[in-house]
Structures are given as structure tokens and as C-alpha cells.
């Protein structure tokens, strides 16, 4: 199947491993080919680990990552397919490309790696640069020379070098000026679009993820807690977590971020110890006695799951925080 899909075990694992020791049950997230999935949640809620899992700077030792029935990650035993498989693209692009390497030489090195000769990488990088929109005249500057859009694109090159069928956007636009973002967003689609590339688009920026997500991923504290296509989150949220998060969503300054507007008190737990039965319920304004000692299950709201004993009321509430969005 065209399809990347990470089973529960490897949820477990890798959510286990920073947040909690016993097993979360019954979670899995699987990301078609060409699918854009957004993953929201504030600092600490795990959604860095979930992309170094996918790129396997994590290793989980349980569980499986595939990408049209071929496992990726720290799952395989092949980092080279790995490589090749699953892009990266991080926030700071400037100090993600090595100082001393020119613009040519960043993009080239992983294709040097994937063993292209010298013909193959002079035609594919003049390809690529074409892509992100480049021109040669950018190949002998270094990352010091480049302005913070420039500098994305680059990385963008260099992580759809060999082309994989993956990227992962850790926070891709987060550091980039708001002019910006918007070229760097639309850049992305249009690559997606053309290369049929499946994103795992990392952001605290709902702003940024509402453009260009087809389903949302909402995290905290290392768990899934409601998943559901785009258009329907936003409108009709069914967690109050997320709604939490959509009424954070600022109206005025697009670039601010979560952890600026927040509305809910408090800082997000310690992974730690993490709160029992639902991991929200200190900071949940929903809360009620059963959510201190019951785990809440996936609950079915017709075009997605939310992890809330409540989540069809919450989905049926008629206001939401923000009706504008
Ligand atoms: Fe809030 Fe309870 Fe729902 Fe958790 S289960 S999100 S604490 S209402
Ligand atoms: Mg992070």
C-alpha cells in the first residue's frame, strides 16, 4: 500500500521512551503517499521525537515504520535506503548547512553518499535548483552569504536530493521572516505536488500547518490526542486540548507563537511523571473526576478520533473559540 504507517508498539516505544512508562494503547497514525500531515502541540509534547524517529535519530527497539510496505527508520538495517528515503528539512537552515561547504558542495554531499558519479550530480543539482528556485549563481556562495529564505531552499535541495518519498518539516518556516514563509509554504507544496511527496510537517505555527496540512496530528505530552482531516479540526474541534490550541491561534500577528497567546494556565507536565488517567486533565477547563483516574479511549467523531471522554460533546458544542478560523 502507499501508505507510511506507524503501528502502536512503535508508539509506544518512542513515546515510552520520553514520557511515560506504561504502554499507551490502541494509537496508530498512518500517512498516505502525497498526504500532508500536520503535527501540533506545544514545546515538550513530542513532536521533535516523533520526526527523529521517522528519520531514525531515534531507535525504538519495537516496531516498524514502512513506506509502501518497506520499513524506514531506525527499523531498518539499511541507513543507506534510509537516507534516501526520508528527507529533513529543520528550522535553522543557516546552521543546518556546513559553514565551510559552498551552496553546490551541501547539495551534492548526499548524493556523493548515495554514490551518483560526478555526471549524475552536476544534471541532478542543476535540477534541483531549478526546483527550489535557485540559480547557479548561488552555487559558490556559503550558508554566511545566503538570507534565511535562501538558505531554506537550500536545505530543501539537499534533503529532496535523492529523492525520497518522505520529508519531514521540523518547524520549516518557524524562523523565517512572515514575507517569507508564505514562498517557502507555497515552494513546499509545489514541490509536493510535482514529486508526490508524503510531509510530516512539524510546527507549533497553526497558522502555517492550516495552509498546508490535509489531516492534523495534535500531540501532548508524548501522545496523540485527537487526528482528523484539516478543515474539519479547525471548524469543529472534538479535544479540548485542541480547542485550546485553535483559540491560541492569534489574530493579529500571524508569526506569533503558541507559547505566546496561550490560553490554558500552567507549563505542560513533567514527562516524568506524567498525570494519570487523562495526561490533559491538570490543565483541562473540561475536566471532571473520572478524567484524574480513566484513560480516555479513541473515540470515533465520524471524520477522525479524539482521545476525550467528552469528545462528542465537544464536537457538537456549538461555540468554538474562535469562529473567524
Ligand atoms: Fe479534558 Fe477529561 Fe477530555 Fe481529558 S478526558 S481532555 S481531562 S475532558
Ligand atoms: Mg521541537
Redesign the pocket.
Known amino acids: 500500500s502507499k501508505s507510511f504507517a506507524m503501528d502502536d508498539s512503535l508508539l509506544d516505544r518512542l513515546f515510552g521512551n520520553v514520557t511515560r512508562l506504561e504502554a499507551v494503547s490502541d494509537v496508530s497514525l498512518t500517512v498516505d503517499r502525497g498526504e500532508t500531515l500536520g503535527v501540533v502541540g506545544e514545546s515538550g509534547s513530542g513532536k521533535s521525537t516523533l520526526a527523529n524517529l521517522v528519520t531514525g535519530l531515534h531507535t525504538p527497539t519495537d516496531g516498524t515504520v514502512t513506506i509502501d510496505g518497506s520499513p524506514v527508520g531506525a527499523a531498518t538495517d539499511r541507513p543507506a535506503d534510509l537516507l534516501a528515503d526520508v528527507g529533513v528539512v529543520f528550522q535553522n537552515a543557516s546552521s543546518s548547512i556546513n559553514p565551510r561547504m559552498t551552496v553546490g558542495d551541501a547539495i551534492a554531499e548526499p548524493l556523493i553518499t548515495q554514490g551518483w558519479s560526478a555526471d549524475e550530480r552536476e544534471e541532478r543539482i542543476a535540477e534541483l535548483l531549478d526546483l527550489v528556485e535557485l540559480s547557479d549563481q548561488h552555487l559558490d556562495r556559503y550558508a554566511h552569504e545566503l538570507s534565511g529564505g535562501q538558505a531554506q531552499r537550500v536545505s530543501i535541495a539537499r534533503a529532496i536530493a535523492t529523492e525520497p518519498r518522505v520529508l519531514v518539516l521540523d518547524e520549516p518556516v518557524s524562523a523565517l521572516d512572515v514575507s517569507v514563509k508564505g514562498s517557502i509554504l507555497n515552494l513546499l507544496m509545489r514541490i509536493q505536488a510535482e514529486l508526490d511527496l508524503t510531509y510530516l510537517f512539524i510546527s507549533h505555527d497553526l497558522s502555517a500547518v492550516k495552509h498546508v496540512a490535509d489531516r492534523i496530528a495534535v500531540m501532548y505530552l508524548g501522545e496523540l ?1 485527537e487526528v482528523g482531516p484539516a478543515a474539519d479540526l479547525f471548524e469543529r474541534p472534538a ?3 485542541t480547542q485550546a490550541l485553535l483559540a491560541a491561534i492569534p489574530d493579529v500577528d500571524p508569526s506569533t507563537s503558541i507559547e505566546d497567546t496561550f490560553v490554558l494556565e500552567g507549563d505542560v507536565p513533567s514527562p516524568v511523571d506524567p498525570p494519570s ?2 495526561v ?2 491538570t490543565r ?1 477547563p ?3 473526576e473520572r ?1 484524574r483516574s480513566e484513560v ?1 479511549d479513541r473515540i470515533d467523531v465520524g471524520r477522525g478520533w479524539s482521545r ?4 462528542e460533546e ?1 464536537a457538537d458544542a456549538e461555540s468554538v473559540a474562535h469562529e473567524s478560523h
Open positions: 490526542m479535544h479540548p486540548y488517567g487523562c490533559f486533565h483541562c473540561m475536566a471532571e478524567c480516555p476525550c471522554h467528552f469528545a465537544v
